[in-house]
């Protein structure tokens, strides 16, 4: 009840005009009720991100962005892997190009890429 009253006059029914949107503090309400509902959708958004939520397709997450690289003006390098495979992705506006399938070392290194 305590945590209630302060949110009580949104609920207040006492303006008994039939124009009650000419009355400022009709809208006063409506733009706190509007400010309390950006701020709960601001907070689920920041929570949902601390706890690191991923979209999963069937359960399993098995592709990763390993590393990126930024050429500029939204065109990127990306190397990817999906289970042990690692791949040389190109991500620009106009789409998305493979460029090469990368082997691994046991050393976390890569070798030069193989043309595929």
Request: with cysteine; aromatic share 10%.
């Amino acid at each position: 009840m305590g945590i209630l009253l302060p949110l009580y006059f949104l609920l207040d029914a006492s303006v008994s005009s039939p124009s009650s949107f000419d009355n400022p503090w009709v809208w006063g309400k409506v733009i706190i009720f509007l400010l309390l509902l950006g701020m709960i959708a601001f907070f689920l958004k920041y929570f949902s991100k601390q706890k690191g939520h991923t979209a999963m397709v069937g359960g399993k997450n098995n592709l990763r962005i390993i590393d990126t690289c930024s050429l500029g003006n939204r065109q990127f390098i990306v190397v990817t892997q999906y289970e042990t495979e690692k791949h040389l992705l190109a991500v620009s506006t106009s789409g998305i190009s493979h460029l090469a399938k990368l082997s691994t070392r046991d050393s976390g290194q890569e070798d030069s890429p193989t043309p595929g």
